[in-house]
Each structure stands twice: as C-alpha cells, then as structure tokens.
C-alpha cells in the first residue's frame, strides 16, 4: 500500500512568517498537534505544540512576536507520496516522530500519521512496532 493510499490530503500549513499565536489557533480549530512550514508549497520546517511549549512559552519568551521560524524543527523527514507505507512506519520509528509531510516534487500534498497506519487492519503491525520506538523515554535535559 502506497503512502498516498492512507495520507489525509487537505492539509493546513504556516508560512515562516506567521505568529505562533497563529499556529496554535491552527492546532485548536483542526486539532492536530503539528503543522507542516512551507515556503510556497515546499516544506521547510514543522512546528508542534510541543515546539511552541518548549521553545517560546517556557523560555519566558514573548509569545505575541515570535514567529514559527523562531521554533519550529527545521529540515523535516518528508516522504513521497508513491512510498511505501511501510516505509513511512519506519521513517517515523527511526525518528520518533508521529506524523510525516506527504510531497509530489518537493511540493506539499498531505500528510501521514502514525493513527492512519494503525486504522489500517493489515498494516497494525507497523504502527505497533514504530510506536514502541517513538514511545521510548528519553533522557532529562538538566
């Protein structure tokens, strides 16, 4: 099964540019914890509501002018939409990481979780075995 095959295609993305404010009203109003930045359609980055908690909120930061730019992972793990499911799987084990921007020549064109892997009755065992890995606890940073 391909990657396209699970993907949800309608996806909401952020500019660099944009507020975090913004990203977290995104976050509510789809309930999703992620967001793909993109420049144009190429993805450049990805923030989580993990990024705006750590990088902006706890470090006593000004939330009202920070821009996405200013915390988001850099460089995400992206996969072609005519990959393997699989291979995504196993993509998001190796970088403990849940959900993965879907892209047709370097352009943005959905995204994949490890929940529409595991919905998936034949492809469980995947979710289940990358979920074990991103699932391991990590050391404190003190």
């Known amino acids: 099964m391909r990657v396209k095959d699970v993907m949800t295609n309608d996806v909401a993305s952020l500019k660099p ?17 992620s967001l793909p ?9 990805i923030v989580t509501d993990r990024d705006i908690a750590l990088r902006a909120v706890a470090e006593g930061k000004d939330n009202r002018n920070q821009t996405v ?17 699989k291979e995504a799987a ?17 352009s943005l064109v959905g995204m994949v979780s490890l929940g529409d892997i595991a919905v998936e009755p034949h492809l469980e065992d995947n979710a289940q ?7 391991e606890p990590s050391i404190p940073n003190r």
Not at 18 to 29: G, V
Request: contains cysteine; proline residues 3%.
């Open 90 to 106: 196993k993509l998001m084990s190796d970088n403990q990481i849940r959900r993965i921007p879907i892209v047709e020549a370097n």
């Open 69 to 85: 730019k200013d915390v988001m992972s850099s460089n995400p793990v992206v996969i072609d939409s005519q990959a393997d499911v």
């Open 129 to 135: 075995d990358a979920l074990k890995d991103i699932s």
């Open 17 to 33: 540019e944009d507020s975090i404010e913004r990203a977290a009203e995104l976050m509510k109003e789809f309930n999703i914890g």
């Open 37 to 45: 930045v993109c420049e144009g359609k190429k993805v450049i980055g």
